[in-house]
């Protein structure tokens, strides 16, 4: 177990410092241009493939059994730490209140950016479990 929960860390701190850029580029270049909705459908794709291969690489790297309890809980610990510091970003370095900044992803790109949180948290459950198997 305390290798999948390495692997998650590290898995979300590599991702995390990636969308932080890109998040950058998108709210200062992007979406002047193209709106929100654009920016967030041209960031999304390149996150997703890029946690692919980060969520793969850290699997492969701390070898996470695939066993549906390990990669849970690497998938669990991923997505607790991606909404503890999307809270803690938007609270400490935008000065958004909480509500503010959960109230983001009620809108349409919000609910995009989520659903791609989502899908980069379940990844672990399907990377690399049938060549395993």
């Known amino acids: 177990m305390k290798r999948a929960l390495t692997a998650a ?6 991702l995390f410092a990636l969308g932080f850029v890109l998040g950058t580029v998108r709210v200062l270049f992007v979406a002047p ?3 929100v909705l654009g920016a967030t459908l041209i960031e999304v794709p390149l996150m997703l493939i890029a946690a692919f291969f980060m969520c793969r690489w850290a699997i492969d790297r701390w070898q996470v059994p695939p066993t549906l309890s ?8 991923f997505l607790s730490l991606l909404a503890l510091f999307e809270t803690l970003v938007g609270v400490a370095l935008f000065g ?11 809108t349409f790109a ?5 659903t791609a949180q989502v899908i980069g ?3 672990p459950l399907v990377i690399g479990r049938s060549k395993q198997r």
């Open 9 to 14: 860390t590290v898995y979300f701190l590599m």
């Open 33 to 35: 241009r193209t709106g």
């Open 70 to 77: 390990t990669r849970g809980a690497m998938a669990l610990l």
């Open 96 to 106: 958004r209140t909480l509500a503010e900044t959960w109230s983001g992803l009620a």
């Open 110 to 114: 919000g609910l995009i950016g989520l």
């Open 121 to 123: 948290a379940l990844l």
